[in-house]
């Protein structure tokens, strides 16, 4: 339920429009991990009771679980669920923490910058090279057009909680507190 009276992202029009972009990438990842782990229980069962497991299960379970990791990302920025020592900052006033979260949170834009390049780069590098699983031969580059969107978002994001973090040091409150 939304809080009417309290300044947050949700109320925030960039805020819920980025809210639902990465509940959408949840739900997904989501999907992928539930349907990495329906393939390897019917793998276990194939290999267990008719000696047939799923040829390349492996594979598929490790392309579904990096689309799901990275899918878990943007949200877990928006919700402040990296981890996090507050210890010598526990009773430090909301400007403080919003000061430190923007530099945090910098840091972080800056890391998610970074590997989107390189994911990039290597996404492109195993497109034109045209790398392959080993047993089902599935190109390694269509791990990369699900992972790309969510490092986009990701980069978004934490531009969007720098600002949000800047905010929150300005008006001694923190907008990304409360539940969703």
Not at 113 to 124: A, E, M, P, Q
Request: charged share 15%; hydrophobic share 50%.
């Amino acid at each position: 339920m939304i809080d009417e009276t309290n300044t947050s992202t949700r109320l925030d029009p960039i805020g819920r429009v980025l809210f639902r972009l990465a509940r959408g990438l949840v739900i997904t990842g989501g999907a992928c991990l539930t349907a990495a782990g329906l393939l390897t229980v019917a793998s276990v069962i194939g290999r267990y009771f008719f000696n047939a497991p799923i040829p390349g299960d492996f594979e598929l379970v490790e392309m579904a679980c990096a689309v799901a990791v990275f899918s878990f990302l943007p949200y877990c920025q928006l919700k402040k669920g990296n981890v996090l020592v507050d210890f010598f900052t526990y009773n430090s006033s909301p400007r403080t923490k919003g000061i430190l979260d923007s530099i945090s949170a910098i840091i972080y834009s800056m890391i998610a910058i970074l590997l989107t390049w390189r994911l990039w780069v290597g996404g492109l590098d195993f497109f034109h090279t045209n790398e392959q699983t080993v047993i089902l031969q599935i190109p390694r580059a269509y791990v990369f057009i699900f992972i790309m969107p969510s490092m986009a978002l990701l980069v978004v994001v934490t531009l969007y909680t720098i600002w949000q973090h800047f905010y929150a040091a300005s008006e001694d409150h923190d907008p990304l507190e409360g539940e969703i």
